[in-house]
C-alpha cells in the first residue's frame, strides 16, 4: 500500500555531492513529515533531516546544516536530499523514513512510521 524506495547513494571523494531521492507510494503528501536518517557500522542509527510535507519547513542535524538540503518534487512524488561537501564521517547507509504522529523529537526514529530499505553512501579522502 505505502512505500519508500531510496536510490542514488554511491561512492564520492570527499568535498564531492550526492543526491539521494526516495520514491513515495501513494505520494509524499500522504505523511505529515519525511525524513532522512542514517547509520555508520556500529553506529547508532541518527536523524540527518526532516521536511514538513504540509508546510515546507525542514530541520537538520547540526552535523550536516549548511551542507545538506532536503526538499520534495511533488510532482515527481519524491523526496530528495542534496549533500554537498560531503566528508568521510558522512558514510553510512541512509534511509528514508516517514509519519504522521508527532509525539516526540524529529529525530526520534520510533516517530516514523514507514521506512525504505536504505541506500549505502561512502565518502573516501
Known amino acids: 500500500q505505502v512505500q519508500l524506495v531510496e536510490s542514488g547513494g554511491g561512492s564520492v571523494q570527499t568535498g564531492g555531492s550526492l543526491r539521494l531521492s526516495c520514491l513515495a507510494s501513494?505520494?509524499?503528501?500522504?505523511?505529515?513529515?519525511m525524513g532522512w536518517f542514517r547509520q555508520a557500522p556500529g553506529k547508532e542509527r541518527e536523524g540527518v533531516a526532516i521536511f514538513y510535507t504540509r508546510d515546507g519547513s525542514a530541520n537538520y542535524a547540526d552535523s550536516v546544516r549548511g551542507r545538506f538540503t532536503i526538499s520534495q518534487d511533488n510532482a515527481k512524488n519524491t523526496l530528495y536530499l542534496q549533500m554537498n561537501s560531503l566528508k568521510p564521517e558522512d558514510t553510512a547507509i541512509y534511509y528514508c523514513?516517514?509519519?504522521?504522529?508527532?509525539?516526540?523529537?524529529?529525530?526520534?526514529?520510533?516517530?516514523?512510521?514507514?521506512w525504505g530499505q536504505g541506500t549505502q553512501v561512502t565518502v573516501s579522502s
Open positions: 501513494p505520494y509524499t503528501g500522504r505523511w505529515a513529515y
Open positions: 523514513a516517514a509519519g504522521t504522529t508527532f509525539r516526540g523529537n524529529w529525530s526520534d526514529f520510533g516517530r516514523y512510521s514507514d
